[in-house]
């Protein structure tokens, strides 16, 4: 068989860059492999997001893009999948002339047929159907360590909880649950190949299992836990709604897990949260933070918030402010409230003007780096435990920091803080401390990473495993 190119463009949430996974190894049958440039690609997928109306117009800017590639190369197959294929469907053939096909989100295991169809007629396809079965990988093709030691699982697709600013549930359609022993051999199979660490991905990680009667997600948990060879645990995301008691004790009873939660508040004034139909309120909120911190002092908090959202007036924001200055997060992910078609919030009246949003957004954002930095800086003169997931993208670009040099490498505490560190002794310029846990004493903080020193990397790398170091 020739080998011939693929290409992915992958937009939006760690969803996307699963499923864009999933293309790659679906896709391998047919001949395909990762292509070294866009330009030599024989087949361009697009996989893109519909969360905010900026996520969107960048996969059309995209696909504009590759016009002349098309003009240049006409046997050129141009896909696009994710959330924009499902929520525009075939008015996407119709709006761009160079695409030959749109699959949804539910259309993953139907891909390799189309693109059969499509390289033998160049037909022009449009799949938006949406099914009830969970997509499961194809088994046979084994997972590569290509993509590093650290790797996504989906647990569960959909979402049925129908906040009211949100397009997850109708383009990814109801929440399913995969069922655990196919969650469990994936993961043993990507361990084989050489991954460390996993994040479980679901849209509210905490109904797992519920609706299906499968196991309850802080069971999902230990059996993950009980895998050899893994070294951390993540997961993504937890809904404060049901944020369990269950949940809680894992960050004490499992020792993989890692000690950080993203937990979405998206407002902090309770009328906000009504009409985004969250279904939970400031106080319940920060109740569950507080339970969080006694059974587990270090862990680490993150969150989504969302200004400006139809009616929001400065008394509301400025309860959104006290709660970020009450809680003090980790870290923050904040928005632009953006309409989007088929979210209730669409029709609601009194939106915020773009200038006001801005403001907040600002507002929001310099109160954070505060806590951000405040945070990373109490760390100086710790040492901490940091997975070792590759080089700085910092070496050798002038940005290196006095009296550090060496070799830079890169990797995570657990509670998801990076750390760029040196290895003075130029030790380990090969990849021999990728995939190990290591002691590294933290020396500058800054607000989006750390930067620090390797303890005893002397006796490293040879003869100690990433479990071994784990373990001390
Ligand atoms: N399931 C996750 C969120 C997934 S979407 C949860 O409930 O926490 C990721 C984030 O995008 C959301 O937390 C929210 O903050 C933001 N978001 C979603 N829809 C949005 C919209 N219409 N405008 C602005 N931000 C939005
Ligand atoms: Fe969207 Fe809400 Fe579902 Fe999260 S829980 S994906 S914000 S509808
Ligand atoms: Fe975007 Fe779809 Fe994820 S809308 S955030 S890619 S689920």
Redesign the pocket.
């Given at each position: 068989m020739n080998t011939k190119y693929l290409y992915i463009n992958t937009i939006g949430?760690q969803m996307n860059v699963y499923d864009s996974e999933q293309m790659v190894r679906r896709l391998k049958p047919l001949g395909y492999e990762i292509s070294p440039s866009m330009e030599a690609a024989d087949l361009i997928i697009v996989n893109t997001c519909a969360?905010?109306e900026k996520a969107e117009q960048k996969a059309f800017s995209f696909l504009g893009r590759l016009t002349a590639l098309k003009r240049k190369k006409p046997e050129l197959i141009i896909c696009v999948g994710g959330c924009v294929a499902q929520q525009e469907g075939r008015m996407i053939l119709e709006r761009v002339h160079n695409v030959d096909l749109v699959f949804g989100t539910h259309a993953l295991n139907r891909l390799p047929e189309h693109i059969r169809k499509i390289s033998l007629k160049r037909c022009r396809i449009s799949d938006v159907e949406m099914t009830k079965e969970i997509i499961e990988f194809p088994s046979e093709i084994k997972p590569g360590i290509e993509d590093g030691i650290t790797r996504f699982v989906t647990i569960m697709r959909g979402?049925d909880?129908y906040?009211t600013?949100?397009?997850?549930p109708h383009v990814r359609g109801p929440e399913i649950s995969r069922r655990p022993e196919n969650v469990v051999n994936e993961i043993r199979e990507l361990v084989e190949a050489g991954v460390k660490e996993v994040t479980l991905l679901g849209?509210?990680v905490n109904s797992y299992g519920i609706k299906e009667g499968l196991c309850s997600f802080p069971e999902l948990l230990k059996f993950v836990n009980e895998i050899e060879g893994l070294l951390r645990i993540r997961f993504t995301?937890s809904?404060p709604k049901d944020l369990s008691e269950g949940l809680i004790s894992a960050f004490a009873g499992l020792e993989k897990l890692c000690s950080h939660i993203h937990l979405?508040v998206?407002s902090g004034s309770n009328s906000v949260l009504k009409r985004m139909n969250r279904k939970y309120t400031r106080e319940l909120y920060i109740d569950k933070i507080e339970r969080l911190r006694k059974i587990s002092p270090d862990l680490a908090i993150t969150s989504?918030?969302?200004v400006g959202f139809p009616g929001e007036t400065d008394e509301d924001f400025k309860a959104t402010l006290d709660l970020v200055k009450e809680v003090e997060f980790d870290g923050l992910?904040t928005?632009?409230?953006?309409d989007?078609k088929n979210?209730p919030a669409a029709k609601f009246s009194d939106k915020v003007p773009d200038d006001k949003k801005n403001k907040r957004l600002q507002e929001l954002l310099e109160l954070q780096e505060y806590y951000t930095v405040k945070k990373n800086r109490a760390l100086i003169g710790s040492t901490a435990l940091i997975l070792v997931e590759g080089f700085s993208k910092k070496q050798g670009d002038g940005d290196v920091q006095e009296g550090f040099t060496g070799v830079h490498w890169t990797g995570r505490t657990a509670t998801n803080k990076i750390v760029n560190f040196v290895d003075e002794n130029f030790l380990s310029g090969d990849t021999a401390l990728i995939g190990k846990i290591i002691n590294v004493k933290i020396e500058k903080a800054f607000s989006h990473s750390l930067l620090g020193k390797p303890v005893d990397l002397k006796g490293l790398p040879v003869g100690i495993t990433g479990e071994e170091s784990y373990a001390a």
């Open positions: 949430c969360i905010r979402c909880n906040c600013y949100c397009v997850v849209q509210n995301t809904h979405p998206q989504d918030i969302i992910f928005f632009g409230y953006s989007r979210a």
